[in-house]
C-alpha cells in the first residue's frame, strides 16, 4: 500500500497448491480503486471493483465464483490493482492504495497475507497535459512497453525476486473499513472485436490519425498489436475525448522494439477510436473490447412513425452508456446525478432485463446511505469533492418519479423501508410560511434546470407537493402515523393556495416573475395532481408557446400532456424538440438541444436524462403502467394520438408484458400480454364505439358489459375498462360511423 502517491498501479501474484480440483472456490475481493484477476494466466475478472463507496467511508467488495478456473495442483493467482488516489464527483478516495481477498476453497481460507508477492508495475506511469478534468478520479493510462515486467500473470513466472507484500490488517481496519457486498454484477466483457472500417485501415502508419469506426457509441477498451522500433509514442482517444468540452480520458503507449500488443484496459466511450503513431510502424491488428453493464435488452417499441422509432433506439443507446458504477453520464463526469437517474430508471424498466434493475437499487440506497448529519440529501455520490445539494432534484428524486416509481415496477418494500427514514430527516429540513406556500430552499446550488424563464416559486411548490405524496405513502408502509397526518397538512396547504396565489386565469405565474411563461412548472402542477382538469386547456396553450426546459425537464412536460389526455399533442411535441437529435449522426442523446457550444452544461452528446421519450412512449402510447407494486395488477391504455399502430414489449418482475394497437376505420385492435401471477385492467376507448369483443366473443355493447364482464373499478372517463387474468388477449372495438367525431 502507498500513501500520498496517486494513478498507481501494482500487481499481486500467489501460488496455491490444491490436492484436487475444488467443488466450490469463491473469492471475496476488495480494493481502492479498480482490478483484473488472472487464474493460471486466464482473465477470469476484467475491470473489478466499484468506486468507492456504499457510504462516505466504506468500501464494496466483490464476489467472484472461481470453481471452473482452478485446477488440481499448482494453481497462480495474479491480480493488477490500480489505485486512484484521488476524489472525484464519483469516487471518494480511502487515501492508501489496497488490495484485500479472502478465498474460500472446499472450506480451506487463504487470505491476502505477506506470503503473497506484490509491487509496483514499472510500466505504467504517468501522461502529460492534458489530464482528465476536475471531476474525474481516475487518470490516463500511459505505459511505456520497455519497462514491462514480461508474463507476470502466467504460471511459470518467476516472482523470487519480488518482495513480500506489506500486511497493514485485516477489515474493517483503514483503507477499507467495512467491506460492503457488490450489489451489481461485474461487467459483460465481449471478446475482441474489429472495427467497422477494418478494410479501411492501413498496413503501415503514414504519421497521421487513425480513425476506426465503432458501430455506435458504446464503452469499450482499446487493443493494438504492432511492429515498431522501440521508443514511439501511439496516442489512443476517442472522438468524445472532448465530450461536454472538457477533457476525459486517453491512453498513451510508448513502444518496445519489435512485434508488440497492447490492450488499454480502463473504459473509453465514443463513435470513433482515434489512434495517432509515428511514421512507419507496422499495424498487424487494431481491434476493441466492449464492456458493459451485464443485461440483455429485452424492451422493444416499433410503431408507424419511423421517427420515433429512431428516437426510441437511441434513448436505449443513451442509456446504455450511462450504466456502470453508478447511473451516470460517460465522459465529462461519470457522476450519479439523480436527477438524471430519475429518468434514466425508467429507461432501464422498460427496456433491460431484470438484473438492471439493481443499478436502481444501488442508486437509491447511495443517496439516502450518504445523506449529510443535517439531513440533506445531495448527489451526485458516491463523491469525494461534491456535497453541494440541489433541491429540486432532490425533491424529484425521493418523491413520485423516483424512488416511488422503482416501488412502483419492482414491488420491492425493502428498498423503500430503509429509504423512509433519509426521506423523512430530508422532509423536516422543508417549511410553509405564512402564504401556505414553500418557503425558498437554495440548498447548496440553486439550480432548477438548464435554460431560462424559470418560475421557480410554480415548479417548487409543485415538486415539495409530489415528494409530501410520496412520503405520505412510504409513512403508510412502515406505519408512521404522525408523520402521515403532518405530510398531509403540508400538502392541504400547498393545494389551498397554489391556484390562489399563482393562477392567473390562463397559466401559473409567481408574483415578480418577468420572464416568458414557464413550461417546467406547469408540468410539474400537472403530474404533481395540482392543476385542476379544468385548466388543462389554457395549459395545452401554454405548451405551444412555451419551448423553456432543457431535456431534463422536457420529459416532464410531455409527460404532462399524456397526463391531460392530448397525446397528439405530446407527440407533436416531442418530434419538434428531438428533430435535430433524431436526424443527426450521433447514436446518442445530448445533455442539451444542441452538442458543444450550443448544449447546456458543456454540450454532452451522451446524457441519460434526454431518454425520457423511451418510457413515455412505452407507459402511455402503448399505455403499460403498474397499478399494483411490482406488477401484481397492471394497466394498459393506449393514448394512439396520431400513430396506425404501435407495439411494446418489456420484462416485468412478473415476466413479459406485452400491448400492441392497431387502427383502422373499423375501430381499434389491442392486444396483450398479461403474464403468471399478474392481473391486467384494459382501458379500451369509449368514443363512437358501439361494442367490444375479447379474443373473439362479444364483452360490451351499447354500454353494457355482457358475457360475465362487469366494470372494473380503475375504470376513467372516456374508457371501457376489463379485468383479465395472466394469457394472451385481443380486444376489437368496433366503431359506430354514424356518430364517429373525426
Given at each position: 500500500?502507498?500513501?500520498?502517491?496517486?494513478?498507481?498501479?501494482?500487481?499481486?501474484?500467489?501460488?496455491?497448491?490444491?490436492?484436487?480440483?475444488?467443488?466450490?472456490?469463491?473469492?471475496?475481493?476488495?480494493?481502492?480503486?479498480?482490478?483484473?484477476?488472472?487464474i493460471n494466466g486466464k482473465m477470469v475478472v476484467y475491470e473489478g471493483g466499484l468506486k468507492r463507496g456504499p457510504d462516505p467511508k466504506n468500501t464494496y467488495f466483490d464476489v467472484v465464483d472461481l470453481s471452473r478456473h482452478l485446477k488440481k495442483g499448482k494453481n497462480t493467482i495474479a491480480v493488477l490493482a490500480w489505485y486512484?488516489?484521488?476524489?472525484?464527483?464519483?469516487?471518494?478516495?480511502?487515501?492508501?492504495?489496497?488490495?484485500?481477498?479472502?478465498?474460500?476453497?472446499?472450506?480451506?481460507?487463504?487470505?491476502?497475507?505477506?506470503?503473497?508477492?506484490?509491487?509496483?508495475?514499472?510500466?505504467?506511469?504517468?501522461?502529460?497535459?492534458?489530464?482528465?478534468?476536475?471531476?474525474?478520479?481516475?487518470?490516463?493510462?500511459?505505459?511505456?512497453?520497455?519497462?514491462?515486467?514480461?508474463?507476470?500473470?502466467?504460471?511459470?513466472?518467476?516472482?523470487?525476486?519480488?518482495?513480500?507484500?506489506?500486511?497493514?490488517?485485516?477489515?474493517?481496519?483503514?483503507?477499507?473499513?467495512?467491506?460492503?457486498?457488490?450489489?451489481?454484477?461485474?461487467?459483460?466483457?465481449?471478446?475482441?472485436?474489429?472495427?467497422?472500417?477494418?478494410?479501411?485501415?492501413?498496413?503501415?502508419?503514414?504519421?497521421?490519425?487513425?480513425?476506426?469506426?465503432?458501430?455506435?457509441?458504446?464503452?469499450?477498451?482499446?487493443?493494438?498489436?504492432?511492429?515498431?522500433?522501440?521508443?514511439?509514442?501511439?496516442?489512443?482517444?476517442?472522438?468524445?475525448?472532448?465530450?461536454?468540452?472538457?477533457?476525459?480520458?486517453?491512453?498513451?503507449?510508448?513502444?518496445?522494439?519489435?512485434?508488440?500488443?497492447?490492450?488499454?484496459?480502463?473504459?473509453?466511450?465514443?463513435?470513433?477510436?482515434?489512434?495517432?503513431?509515428?511514421?512507419?510502424?507496422?499495424?498487424?491488428?487494431?481491434?476493441?473490447?466492449?464492456?458493459?453493464?451485464?443485461?440483455?435488452?429485452?424492451?422493444?417499441?416499433?410503431?408507424?412513425?419511423?421517427?420515433?422509432?429512431?428516437?426510441?433506439?437511441?434513448?436505449?443507446?443513451?442509456?446504455?452508456?450511462?450504466?456502470?458504477?453508478?447511473?451516470?453520464?460517460?465522459?465529462?463526469?461519470?457522476?450519479?446525478?439523480?436527477?438524471?437517474?430519475?429518468?434514466?430508471?425508467?429507461?432501464?424498466?422498460?427496456?433491460?432485463?431484470?438484473?438492471?434493475?439493481?443499478?436502481?437499487?444501488?442508486?437509491?440506497?447511495?443517496?439516502?446511505?450518504?445523506?449529510?448529519?443535517?439531513?440533506?440529501?445531495?448527489?451526485?455520490?458516491?463523491?469525494?469533492?461534491?456535497?453541494?445539494?440541489?433541491?429540486?432534484?432532490?425533491?424529484?428524486?425521493?418523491?413520485?418519479?423516483?424512488?416511488?416509481?422503482?416501488?412502483?415496477?419492482?414491488?420491492?418494500?425493502?428498498?423503500?423501508?430503509?429509504?423512509?427514514?433519509?426521506?423523512?430527516?430530508?422532509?423536516?429540513?422543508?417549511?410553509?410560511?405564512?402564504?401556505?406556500?414553500?418557503?425558498?430552499?437554495?440548498?447548496?446550488?440553486?439550480?432548477?434546470?438548464?435554460?431560462?424563464?424559470?418560475?421557480?416559486?410554480?415548479?417548487?411548490?409543485?415538486?415539495?407537493?409530489?415528494?409530501?405524496?410520496?412520503?405520505?405513502?412510504?409513512?403508510?408502509?412502515?406505519?408512521?402515523?404522525?408523520?402521515?397526518?403532518?405530510?398531509?397538512?403540508?400538502?392541504?396547504?400547498?393545494?389551498?393556495?397554489?391556484?390562489?396565489?399563482?393562477?392567473?386565469?390562463?397559466?401559473?405565474?409567481?408574483?415578480?416573475?418577468?420572464?416568458?411563461?414557464?413550461?417546467?412548472?406547469?408540468?410539474?402542477?400537472?403530474?404533481?395532481?395540482?392543476?385542476?382538469?379544468?385548466?388543462?386547456?389554457?395549459?395545452?396553450?401554454?405548451?405551444?408557446?412555451?419551448?423553456?426546459?432543457?431535456?431534463?425537464?422536457?420529459?416532464?412536460?410531455?409527460?404532462?400532456?399524456?397526463?391531460?389526455?392530448?397525446?397528439?399533442?405530446?407527440?407533436?411535441?416531442?418530434?419538434?424538440?428531438?428533430?435535430?437529435?433524431?436526424?443527426?449522426?450521433?447514436?446518442?442523446?445530448?445533455?442539451?438541444?444542441?452538442?458543444?457550444?450550443?448544449?447546456?452544461?458543456?454540450?454532452?452528446?451522451?446524457?441519460?436524462?434526454?431518454?425520457?421519450?423511451?418510457?413515455?412512449?412505452?407507459?402511455?402510447?402503448?399505455?403499460?403502467?403498474?397499478?399494483?407494486?411490482?406488477?401484481?395488477?397492471?394497466?394498459?391504455?393506449?393514448?394512439?394520438?396520431?400513430?396506425?399502430?404501435?407495439?411494446?414489449?418489456?420484462?416485468?418482475?412478473?415476466?413479459?408484458?406485452?400491448?400492441?394497437?392497431?387502427?383502422?376505420?373499423?375501430?381499434?385492435?389491442?392486444?396483450?400480454?398479461?403474464?403468471?401471477?399478474?392481473?391486467?385492467?384494459?382501458?379500451?376507448?369509449?368514443?363512437?364505439?358501439?361494442?367490444?369483443?375479447?379474443?373473439?366473443?362479444?364483452?360490451?355493447?351499447?354500454?353494457?358489459?355482457?358475457?360475465?364482464?362487469?366494470?372494473?373499478?380503475?375504470?376513467?372517463?372516456?374508457?371501457?375498462?376489463?379485468?383479465?387474468?395472466?394469457?394472451?388477449?385481443?380486444?376489437?372495438?368496433?366503431?359506430?360511423?354514424?356518430?364517429?367525431?373525426?
Amino acid at each position: 500500500m502507498l500513501k500520498n502517491d496517486i494513478n498507481v498501479w501494482q500487481v499481486f501474484r500467489k501460488e496455491i497448491d490444491l490436492p484436487d480440483r475444488p467443488q466450490c472456490a469463491v473469492a471475496r475481493i476488495a480494493v481502492d480503486s479498480k482490478y483484473w484477476l488472472w487464474i493460471n494466466g486466464k482473465m477470469v475478472v476484467y475491470e473489478g471493483g466499484l468506486k468507492r463507496g456504499p457510504d462516505p467511508k466504506n468500501t464494496y467488495f466483490d464476489v467472484v465464483d472461481l470453481s471452473r478456473h482452478l485446477k488440481k495442483g499448482k494453481n497462480t493467482i495474479a491480480v493488477l490493482a490500480w489505485y486512484w488516489g484521488k476524489d472525484g464527483f464519483s469516487h471518494k478516495n480511502s487515501g492508501v492504495a489496497g488490495f484485500v481477498a479472502d478465498f474460500d476453497i472446499d472450506g480451506k481460507k487463504i487470505g491476502t497475507d505477506d506470503a503473497w508477492k506484490a509491487m509496483r508495475h514499472t510500466a505504467y506511469g504517468n501522461t502529460g497535459a492534458p489530464h482528465p478534468n476536475y471531476r474525474l478520479s481516475d487518470d490516463n493510462i500511459h505505459f511505456d512497453a520497455r519497462n514491462d515486467i514480461g508474463p507476470w500473470i502466467s504460471s511459470g513466472y518467476d516472482d523470487s525476486k519480488w518482495p513480500n507484500a506489506i500486511v497493514y490488517g485485516k477489515p474493517p481496519v483503514a483503507p477499507w473499513h467495512q467491506l460492503v457486498e457488490r450489489p451489481i454484477p461485474l461487467w459483460k466483457v465481449s471478446p475482441l472485436r474489429r472495427y467497422e472500417n477494418l478494410k479501411g485501415i492501413p498496413k503501415v502508419s503514414k504519421g497521421e490519425s487513425i480513425v476506426a469506426k465503432l458501430p455506435l457509441n458504446i464503452t469499450i477498451s482499446p487493443y493494438l498489436k504492432i511492429k515498431a522500433p522501440a521508443g514511439l509514442v501511439i496516442d489512443m482517444r476517442t472522438d468524445n475525448y472532448n465530450g461536454g468540452s472538457e477533457f476525459n480520458y486517453r491512453a498513451e503507449y510508448v513502444t518496445k522494439e519489435g512485434v508488440q500488443e497492447f490492450e488499454s484496459l480502463a473504459y473509453l466511450n465514443g463513435h470513433e477510436m482515434i489512434y495517432t503513431m509515428p511514421k512507419g510502424v507496422e499495424i498487424l491488428e487494431l481491434a476493441y473490447r466492449e464492456t458493459k453493464y451485464d443485461t440483455e435488452f429485452v424492451g422493444s417499441f416499433q410503431s408507424s412513425d419511423p421517427f420515433l422509432d429512431r428516437l426510441w433506439l437511441k434513448c436505449r443507446n443513451t442509456m446504455n452508456v450511462n450504466m456502470r458504477d453508478a447511473i451516470q453520464d460517460p465522459d465529462r463526469e461519470r457522476a450519479q446525478w439523480w436527477g438524471d437517474a430519475a429518468i434514466v430508471q425508467g429507461e432501464i424498466l422498460h427496456s433491460c432485463d431484470v438484473k438492471a434493475h439493481a443499478l436502481i437499487k444501488k442508486a437509491i440506497d447511495n443517496l439516502v446511505d450518504w445523506q449529510k448529519d443535517d439531513g440533506v440529501l445531495y448527489s451526485p455520490v458516491p463523491a469525494g469533492s461534491w456535497d453541494r445539494e440541489l433541491p429540486g432534484q432532490m425533491l424529484a428524486s425521493i418523491g413520485r418519479y423516483g424512488f416511488w416509481y422503482y416501488y412502483r415496477y419492482t414491488g420491492d418494500m425493502a428498498t423503500i423501508k430503509h429509504a423512509y427514514p433519509a426521506v423523512k430527516r430530508y422532509l423536516d429540513l422543508w417549511k410553509l410560511g405564512p402564504d401556505g406556500l414553500l418557503v425558498h430552499r437554495p440548498g447548496g446550488w440553486d439550480w432548477g434546470d438548464w435554460g431560462d424563464n424559470i418560475d421557480r416559486p410554480v415548479l417548487d411548490n409543485a415538486l415539495l407537493y409530489q415528494a409530501l405524496g410520496t412520503a405520505v405513502d412510504m409513512a403508510k408502509i412502515v406505519g408512521d402515523q404522525v408523520a402521515i397526518s403532518k405530510y398531509q397538512n403540508m400538502m392541504k396547504s400547498i393545494d389551498d393556495n397554489y391556484d390562489r396565489v399563482f393562477w392567473t386565469g390562463t397559466s401559473y405565474r409567481s408574483e415578480g416573475f418577468k420572464g416568458l411563461t414557464d413550461d417546467r412548472g406547469h408540468a410539474w402542477a400537472v403530474i404533481s395532481g395540482l392543476a385542476k382538469q379544468q385548466y388543462y386547456p389554457a395549459i395545452k396553450k401554454v405548451f405551444e408557446t412555451s419551448f423553456n426546459s432543457s431535456p431534463y425537464m422536457e420529459k416532464y412536460v410531455m409527460e404532462s400532456l399524456f397526463k391531460m389526455n392530448y397525446p397528439d399533442a405530446a407527440l407533436t411535441r416531442m418530434k419538434q424538440r428531438y428533430q435535430k437529435m433524431v436526424e443527426s449522426p450521433l447514436t446518442t442523446l445530448w445533455e442539451g438541444w444542441g452538442v458543444g457550444k450550443e448544449g447546456y452544461g458543456g454540450g454532452s452528446y451522451n446524457h441519460g436524462w434526454s431518454g425520457g421519450p423511451l418510457t413515455l412512449l412505452m407507459e402511455y402510447v402503448c399505455g403499460i403502467s403498474p397499478l399494483e407494486p411490482g406488477f401484481v395488477k397492471f394497466q394498459v391504455s393506449p393514448q394512439p394520438g396520431h400513430l396506425v399502430n404501435a407495439s411494446a414489449s418489456f420484462e416485468s418482475v412478473k415476466g413479459t408484458i406485452r400491448s400492441s394497437f392497431e387502427r383502422s376505420s373499423e375501430g381499434i385492435q389491442v392486444k396483450v400480454t398479461v403474464p403468471a401471477s399478474s392481473n391486467a385492467v384494459v382501458l379500451m376507448p369509449s368514443q363512437a364505439v358501439k361494442r367490444i369483443k375479447i379474443n373473439g366473443t362479444l364483452a360490451w355493447e351499447n354500454g353494457n358489459y355482457l358475457n360475465g364482464h362487469k366494470k372494473p373499478s380503475e375504470v376513467v372517463e372516456s374508457r371501457i375498462g376489463f379485468e383479465v387474468a395472466a394469457g394472451e388477449w385481443k380486444f376489437i372495438a368496433e366503431v359506430d360511423h354514424l356518430n364517429r367525431r373525426e
